[in-house]
T-cell receptor, first 119, second 114 residues
C-alpha cells in the first residue's frame, strides 16, 4: 500500500510553454501533499505544501504565480509550471502525507518524480 | 528552525563491509527522523523512521538507525554492504504530526565496490 504516482515521468517542452504535472495517491487519501524540486546532485528543496480544498502554502522564494498548485481532490494534486524557461529544468518530486501509517504518526510517501527539460 | 547535516557527501565501502552514514539534526521540538534512499532517476523510498519509543529503529534491506538525543544524531548503519545498496541516501527531519514538510540533508552517495 501507500503508492504515489506522478505523470508524466519525463517531459520536454519549449521555452514559454506551460507544463502540468500530476501527483496521485493511489490507495489512500491524502489531505496534504508536498512538492519538492531537486537539482542534479543536490537535495530536495520544498517548494510548497498543498492542502485539499485550500490554497497552497509556498516556501520563501518560490513564485506562486509561476508554479500553480491545485489540490482538487483527496487523491490528486497538480503542479503547473507556467511560461517555463530553461532554468526551470529540474526533477520535480511530490509526496503525499499518509496520516495513519506507522502507528498513527504521519509518513510521507514519495512519487517517482518528473524530469522537466525546458529547451 | 530545523536542519539536518549529513557528514560526508560520498562514502565508499567494499561489499560485505559495514555501512555507516552520519546524520545530525537540529530541532526545537522532539523530532521525527527519517532515512530515505533514492536510486538514479527515481523518487525516494522510505528506509526507516523514528517517531517515539525505542531509539534503535530497524528498517528495510537490513538497515537500522539509532536516535541519540544527547548527540542529536540519527546515524544509519548496515552490518554488511551489498552491491545493490549503492544509491543516494537522505536523512530528514519533521515536526511530526504538525503536518509540516520534511527538511532534508544534502544527501550521501554510497558506493559499494566488489
Amino acid at each position: 500500500g501507500a503508492v504515489v504516482s506522478q505523470h508524466p515521468s519525463w517531459v520536454i517542452c519549449k521555452s514559454g510553454t506551460s507544463v502540468k504535472i500530476e501527483c496521485r495517491s493511489l490507495d489512500f487519501q491524502a489531505t496534504t501533499m508536498f512538492w519538492y524540486r531537486q537539482f542534479p546532485k543536490q537535495s530536495l528543496m520544498l517548494m510548497a505544501t498543498s492542502n485539499e480544498g485550500s490554497k497552497a502554502t509556498y516556501e520563501q522564494g518560490v513564485e506562486k504565480d509561476k508554479f500553480l498548485i491545485n489540490h482538487a481532490s483527496l487523491t490528486l494534486s497538480t503542479l503547473t509550471v507556467t511560461s517555463a524557461h530553461p532554468e526551470d529544468s529540474s526533477f520535480y518530486i511530490c509526496s503525499a502525507r499518509h496520516p495513519l501509517a506507522g502507528g498513527g504518526t504521519d509518513t510521507q510517501y514519495f512519487g517517482p518524480g518528473t524530469r522537466l527539460t525546458v529547451l | 528552525a530545523q536542519s539536518v547535516t549529513q557528514l560526508g557527501s560520498h562514502v565508499s565501502v567494499s561489499e560485505g563491509a559495514l555501512v555507516l552514514l552520519r546524520c545530525n539534526y537540529s530541532s526545537s521540538v522532539p523530532p521525527y527522523l527519517f532515512w530515505y534512499v533514492q536510486y538514479p532517476n527515481q523518487g525516494l523510498q522510505l528506509l526507516l523512521k523514528y517517531t517515539t519509543g525505542a531509539t534503535l529503529v530497524k528498517g528495510i534491506n537490513g538497515f537500522e538507525a539509532e536516535f541519540k538525543k544527547s548527540e542529536t544524531s540519527f546515524h544509519l548503519t548496515k552490518p554488511s554492504a551489498h552491491m545493490s545498496d549503492a544509491a543516494e541516501y537522505f536523512c530528514a527531519v519533521s515536526e511530526g504530526q504538525a503536518g509540516t514538510a520534511l527538511i532534508f540533508g544534502k544527501g550521501t552517495t554510497l558506493s559499494v565496490s566488489s
